[in-house]
């Protein structure tokens, strides 16, 4: 069964828009890791969609060695710059595609050295599939959190080696990634802060997902801000009170952790390439990201 934040992920699709695709590993629709968009999103709204300069950065495909295994990530930081503040950025369902790279690309051009790894990649290419249920049933549904952890955490060293500042680590992600970043931030001892984007707080536990974020709210390793809509038919406004409960109760970070619920955004607000997309939500929602950090030793 399709998560209800993940059901409104495959909602927030342009109307009427055939999720029949024929694709099954990396096709033409993208050459390279953070180019092109995923199947399950095409046609994309082109009008909205932002692209970030990268003249000034370097950005591209890197590898990062995961005790033997080559996972595949986007990298983009100010060129030629070294001991920088650093910024994992976690995908939606879809993997790193154009709109994640873009929004690392927006990181390297406020400062940060910003990589988005393929974390879906030992299961498959989720960008490939255009029919949602297979793409959940096939990839998404077999990711266990367990992997998810040592990936990040195996990031979080690559950056280190590569011109990155491991006392200024901070994490943020959307919707899938947006869990994520909940959940690593109470794993990791690297993380300063996070900034979790529309992330499901609550749901089922089992060996893939042994915990979520409300099972760990009170201990994490840094306070997190929680970026909700108000009219997110997935992620319903009764655990987000639930959540602020539960980090109220915790430790001194999980305690100074905040949320900001736009009350007219739908869930994948920030997705300027989909319909769902909210400029001023996604602009207010940016600009208090890069605060947060700032705020909390990241920048």
């Known amino acids: 069964m399709m998560h209800a934040d993940l059901q409104a992920e495959f909602n927030a699709l342009l109307p009427g828009q055939s999720t029949e695709a024929g694709a099954t590993r990396r096709t033409a629709l993208k050459a390279a890791l953070g180019v092109g968009y ?10 909205t969609a932002i692209k970030t ?37 976690l995908s939606e369902i879809f993997g790193v595609h154009e709109h994640i790279a873009d929004v690392a690309n927006r990181f390297a051009r406020a400062g940060y050295l910003a990589i988005a790894p393929e974390l879906f990649v030992r299961q498959g290419d989720a960008q490939s599939y255009g029919e949602m249920a297979k793409l959940m049933a096939e990839v998404i549904n077999k990711v266990p959190d367990a992997q998810v952890m040592g990936d990040l955490e195996a990031t979080v060293q690559w950056a280190g080696a590569n011109g990155g500042d491991l006392s200024r680590v901070g994490v943020t992600g959307f919707c899938w990634g947006g869990r994520q970043t909940w959940l690593f931030t109470a794993h990791s001892k690297y993380i300063k802060a996070g900034v979790a984007w529309y992330g499901r707080i609550v749901g089922a536990n089992n060996d893939l997902t042994p915990r979520n974020p409300i099972d760990i709210a009170t201990s994490l390793n840094g306070p997190v801000l929680g970026l909700y809509g108000g009219a997110d038919t997935g ?16 430790n001194a970070a999980s305690k100074a952790s905040q949320f900001v619920v736009y009350p007219e955004a739908p869930h994948a607000f920030n997705a300027d390439y989909r319909p769902s997309y909210r400029k001023e939500a996604a602009d207010d929602g940016w600009k208090r990201c890069l605060a947060w950090f700032k705020a909390n030793g990241v920048a």
């Open 38 to 47: 995923a199947a399950s999103v095409l046609p994309i709204m082109a009008q």
């Open 53 to 89: 300069p990268t003249d000034g950065l370097t950005t591209g495909e890197i590898t990062i060695d995961v005790k033997g295994f080559k996972m595949p990530a986007y990298r983009a930081a100010p060129a030629g710059k070294s001991n920088l503040p650093v910024v994992l950025v």
């Open 235 to 250: 992620i319903p406004l009764d655990t987000v009170e639930k959540m602020k409960g539960a980090l109220a109760g915790g």
